[in-house]
T-cell receptor, first 111, second 114 residues
Framework: QKEVEQNSGPLSVPEGAIASLNCTYS??????FFWYRQYSGKSPELIMS????GDKEDGRFTAQLNKASQYVSLLIRDSQPSDSATYLC???????????FGSGTQLTVLP | EAQVTQNPRYLITVTGKKLTVTCSQN?????MSWYRQDPGLGLRQIYY???????DKGDVPEGYKVSRKEKRNFPLILESPSPNQTSLYFC?????????????FGDGTRLSIL
């Protein structure tokens, strides 16, 4: 059974702080992992993709993958009010590599 | 400009009146997919297509049909819409390579079925 679990939040952090978002998934064979950001009423936009264990950094964003523990996380450094959005974790499952989304974590960055 | 285009963006209609939501991409992507998004349930996949004439059910296919006659188009058909299909719908596309490529999303279609 495909499951992608995220804390729904809301998560509030002060401006300039580090926001930490977590995601766990059920299939040990999953190979591809994505973080999307979605503003209210808008379409999801890709923040990060990660395929191998370890950290991947892109600007203020760092994705961390641990396949043994079946979790993937997203760190946002120096959080800005414009980072306030819902963050969606997505994982591919099965031979068809079907993409499954978590229900999202709502992040609010307080000025 | 590389994009996924959905039409219409908004539609209010009545139960039982057949409707089609169109989706077109100009990036030569093999993979296309439809999702619906409901509060508290996240994005759920309805149907997907790995290439022309190849479609398969996602997690919530009941009440929907799709076709993939051309690479760029992937319409979503509701033959007899019902109120429980009121939702926000997204079309997405990506390349198919050894590593899964990120999906590009359209702007969404908000459907209200009365």
């Amino acid at each position: 059974q495909k499951e992608v679990e995220q804390n729904s939040g809301p998560l509030s952090v002060p401006e300039g702080a580090i926001a930490s978002l977590n995601c766990t998934y059920s299939d040990r064979g999953s190979q591809s992992f994505f973080w999307y950001r979605q503003y209210s009423g808008k379409s999801p936009e890709l923040i990060m993709s990660i395929y191998s264990n370890g950290d991947k950094e892109d600007g203020r964003f760092t994705a961390q993958l641990n396949k043994a523990s079946q979790y993937v996380s997203l760190l946002i450094r120096d959080s800005q009010p414009s980072d306030s959005a819902t963050y969606l974790c997505a994982v591919t499952f099965g031979s068809a590599r079907q993409l499954t989304f978590g229900s999202g974590t709502q992040l609010t960055v307080l000025p | 400009e590389a994009q996924v285009t959905q039409n219409p963006r908004y539609l209010i209609t009545v139960t039982g009146k057949k409707l089609t939501v169109t989706c077109s991409q100009n990036m030569n992507h093999e993979y296309m997919s439809w999702y619906r998004q409901d509060p508290g349930l996240g994005l759920r996949q309805i149907y997907y297509s790995m290439n022309v004439e190849v479609t398969d059910k996602g997690d919530v296919p009941e009440g929907y049909k799709v076709s993939r006659k051309e690479k760029r188009n992937f319409p979503l058909i509701l033959e007899s819409p019902s109120p429980n299909q009121t939702s926000l719908y997204f079309c997405a596309s990506s390349f198919r390579t050894h590593y899964d490529q990120p999906q590009h999303f359209g702007d969404g279609t908000r459907l209200s079925i009365l």
